[in-house]
């Protein structure tokens, strides 16, 4: 008995102790990624006051609700290496204004940025004009409305709002807001699928987020003809590509 009872402490200690290990190393982790994002920031608000002093305008922050600076980067080599004519973004924001610069940077191409928040696409609006990149997008209000899809009533965009992009060869899903539902963002990609051209690229943002992969999981059973890949990003991505 006694030995049982030996037993049973240690092993409520050794538990213990792997709890603490377990708290001490998610704290750091915590610790770490904050220390990222104030690096980051320093960076970003550096560039910021070079733009102002070359007479530029200063770029709103990335990270937060805002694509993560990994992830305008992996947008930034594919409009270089693709030259991409079509794109489409659900969620306008700093994403807009660097689609817009690399766009400037090709010479071609124009992009359809979608918002659902009407004053956040006036703001937007505001920064492509400061940054003189106005005529690279067309930026389009479009309310959320509950409508099906397979089935699932659903809020999501207002459709008819969309209904005359084809041809798509870059779409970045990065809206709209999950504050309504988890997987609200479940409908692009069935929307938008026969709208793609051949060879299209999609990237969906937050891809870390449970209900993101669960999507990616669905879209990868009902879109089979694409590849797939998981980009290790600050919030994770998913990089669809259409087979060409």
Not at 3 to 22: F, H, P, Y
Request: charged share 25%; net charge positive; proline share 5%.
């Amino acid at each position: 008995m006694a030995a049982t009872t030996v037993l049973i402490v240690l092993l409520l200690v050794t538990m213990s102790l792997g709890a603490v290990g377990a708290w001490a190393l998610a704290r750091k982790l915590r610790r770490l990624r904050s220390m990222v994002r104030r690096q980051e920031r320093h960076v970003w608000e550096t560039h910021n006051v070079f733009r102002i002093l070359e007479g530029g305008a200063p770029l709103p922050l990335p990270g937060g609700w805002a694509a993560s600076t990994d992830l305008l980067g992996e947008l930034m080599r594919a409009i270089a290496a693709r030259r991409p004519q079509r794109l489409v973004e659900l969620g306008s924001g700093v994403s807009t204004l660097v689609i817009a610069a690399a766009l400037r940077s090709n010479g071609a191409g124009r992009l359809v940025s979608i918002d659902a928040d009407e004053a956040y696409a006036a703001q937007t609006r505001e920064q492509l004009q400061r940054q003189g990149l106005g005529d690279w997008v067309e930026l389009r209000f479009a309310a959320l409305t509950e409508m099906k899809f397979e089935g699932i009533a659903r809020p999501w965009y207002d459709t008819r709002v969309l209904s005359d992009l084809s041809e798509v060869d870059l779409l970045l899903i990065d809206g709209p807001p999950t504050a309504l539902r988890a997987d609200i963002r479940y409908p692009s990609l069935p929307f938008f699928w026969s709208r793609l051209a051949p060879g299209a690229l999609v990237l969906l943002d937050d891809a870390a987020r449970p209900a993101e992969r669960a999507m990616a999981a669905a879209w990868q059973r009902e879109f089979s003809d694409a590849s797939y890949e998981y980009l290790h990003l600050e919030k994770g991505a998913l990089r669809i590509t259409r087979s060409g």
